[in-house]
């Protein structure tokens, strides 16, 4: 008997488990959010969906591997970029409030409108960590979400503490988009048969302790003094001064990063450094580091360039690039300490 009671616990429990249109609707009943951006979500939710089975399907409709083309990064375009970038562009260009998007796949936002007060930008990584789809790997979608703020206004580049609105999917064992729409970040799993996204992960929070972190050491040689430092001590272990052992994750794919990150703490790291300093950085601003930047903070974590703080940096171009390291705040700030530590020493 006892058995049977437990079954049906948990059967009701999955039950109860809240659909993504549940979830906003409440939230736009209860928390004042948007109606129209919820159209806007959801219809980000089935291009992830539709990316997924392309995803899944790669190997047997011939789409892994190289497009033949270089987008505005000058990097090599996978195929599954391009099918990722037009399913964004076929399903959420339809959204009657969306003005424009900006994506990593191209160079200019495309404008659908003429921007009213309200109106919604939309900023996407179709396919991140695209480099893994060939080893079959964890990859993801970013997006990002802010409003126009007037009538005809076409200012594109907003700082990250502008977004309403940000999020991933990630295309792991199990497919799942995880989101904030301002108050915490919630995840929600595809159930495999009916394609719904249900509510299996509320309220995802990062511990403020650490001992995981997650960079790319082949680095090692261009990186400056502050993150030697912090990655030092960290394998210096529990015989150097952080008196503890760390373990280290590196995935390439900031996706799967954040969301380890997100589900059991951790701090993940791609600093300026001597190789790509002349570029900024390696990730971009507004389809990757902001968005990922608002998830972190509304989980309790913390994300900065190393001087400053993620969502407050202004754009100064679509695809501008900038050092990220965000996660468990302990850890964020400490790595922040070391950068000033840095500044000051080289001042005096
Ligand atoms: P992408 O958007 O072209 O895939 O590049 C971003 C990815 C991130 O997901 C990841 O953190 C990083 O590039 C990995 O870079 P590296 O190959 O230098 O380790
Ligand atoms: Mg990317």
Partial sequence: MATCGKRHNEFLSMFKQMTLRGFLTRHAHNEGLDPSLICLIENIASACRVIGDRLRNAVFEDNLGLAGETNVQGEDQKKLDVIADEAFIRICGSSPRLAALVSEEREDAMWFKEPQAGDFLLFYDPLD??????????????????????????????????QNCSGYAIYGPTM?????????????????????????????????????????????????????????????????????????????SMVAEVHRILTRGGVFLYPADDGN????????????????????????????????RILDLQPKGL????????????????????????????AS
């Fill in 176 to 252: 799942m988009l995880v989101l904030t729409v301002g108050s915490g970040v919630f995840g929600f799993s595809c159930e495999y048969g009916t394609g719904d996204f249900r509510l299996t992960h509320p309220r995802m929070t990062i511990p403020t302790e650490t001992s995981e972190f997650a960079i790319n050491a082949s680095r090692y040689r261009f990186w400056d003094a502050p993150v030697r430092r912090y990655v030092d001590e960290c394998l210096a272990g529990n015989t150097g001064p952080r008196g503890r052992d760390f373990n280290m994750r590196w995935t390439a």
């Fill in 319 to 346: 695809h501008q690039r900038v050092p990220v390291i965000l996660g468990s705040a302990n850890e964020v700030g400490r790595i922040a300490k070391y950068h000033t530590a840095d500044a000051g020493s080289a």
């Fill in 129 to 162: 960590g695209s480099s893994n789809t060939d080893v079959n790997l964890s990859v993801g979608s970013i997006f990002s979400i802010c409003n126009v703020e007037t009538n005809g206004d076409r200012d594109i580049q907003k700082a990250g503490r502008s």
């Fill in 277 to 308: 300093r002349a570029a900024g950085g390696k990730l971009r601003l507004l389809y990757e580091a902001s968005p990922m930047a608002l998830l972190v903070e509304q989980a309790g974590g913390a994300a900065t360039d190393g001087h400053s």
